[in-house]
Nanobody
């Protein structure tokens, strides 16, 4: 059983930046970030892929960056050039599979979520 704890959310003006952190209680195969806005389904944001690569949703490509500190079992998500439509609860997730890292159904563990609100 792996526990995930997110932090770093908050209120920011459009164009601003935030860094989200996700601390895992142990080693995982891969980790990703998802988000869910009110009234919408949970959607993929970013994740690591096999071979050390990364994958991003088109809506955040070029603005968000996922990174990790393996020694600390921590994953980060840097959110830059934020837009009001980025407002959502952001979740980190851990998976024991490298396949379909964009698919929330393949993730085994989830954090409690952290709220990001972007004002216009």
């Amino acid at each position: 059983q792996v526990q995930l704890v997110e932090s770093g959310g908050g209120l920011v003006q459009a164009g601003g930046s935030l860094r989200l952190s996700c601390a895992a209680s142990g080693r995982t195969l891969t980790m990703g970030w998802f988000r869910q806005a009110p009234g919408k389904e949970r959607e993929f944001v970013a994740a690591f892929t096999w071979g050390g690569g990364t994958r991003y949703a088109d809506s955040v490509k070029g603005r968000f960056a996922i990174s990790r500190d393996n020694a600390k079992f921590t994953v980060y998500l840097d959110l830059n050039s934020l837009k009001p439509e980025d407002t959502a609860v952001y979740y980190c997730a851990a998976s024991t599979s490298w396949s379909q890292v964009y698919n929330p159904n393949v993730y085994d563990y989830w954090g409690q979520g952290t709220q990001v609100t972007v004002s216009s």
